[in-house]
């Protein structure tokens, strides 16, 4: 499996912008897509945005699109999630996940993926 270290989280006032990164170490990178999910206090774990091996296909959950992107940097292993327009309901702990799978496979689903990180916190106040 791939080990992967999230950082980028921090404190930030509604309307404001972060970039996560999740860096990839173990595998070759290019041969995993990648996802972002986060979980906030007292809520289930919950999908936010995934890309395919490839970079090619991208996929976001309703309540992020158009203020999150998901890109990926397969030379410096890294996967990120910049987040435009942050609003108080973004708080929450943010995961980067893994999943052996060259192409344009792309997932939604918590269990389709076999490595994860240790999470970085993100605050938005209002």
């Known amino acids: 499996q791939v080990q992967l270290v999230e950082s980028g989280g921090g404190l930030v006032q509604a309307g404001g912008s972060l970039r996560l990164s999740c860096a990839a170490s173990?595998?070759?990178?290019?041969?995993?897509?990648m996802g972002w999910f986060r979980q906030a206090p007292g809520k289930e774990r919950e999908f936010v945005a995934a890309?395919?091996?490839?970079?090619?296909?991208?996929y976001y959950a309703a309540s992020v699109k158009g203020r999150f992107t998901i890109p990926r940097d397969n030379a410096k292993n890294t996967v990120y999630l910049q987040m435009n327009s942050l609003k108080p309901e973004d708080t929450a702990v943010y995961y980067c996940?893994?999943?052996?799978?060259?192409?344009?496979?792309?997932?939604?689903?918590?269990?389709?993926?076999?490595?994860w990180g240790q999470g970085t916190q993100v605050t938005v106040s209002s």
């Open positions: 890309i395919s091996a490839s970079g090619g296909n991208t």
């Open positions: 996940a893994a999943r052996q799978n060259r192409g344009t496979w792309w997932s939604n689903v918590i269990g389709a993926y076999d490595s």
């Open positions: 173990g595998r070759t990178f290019s041969n995993y897509a």
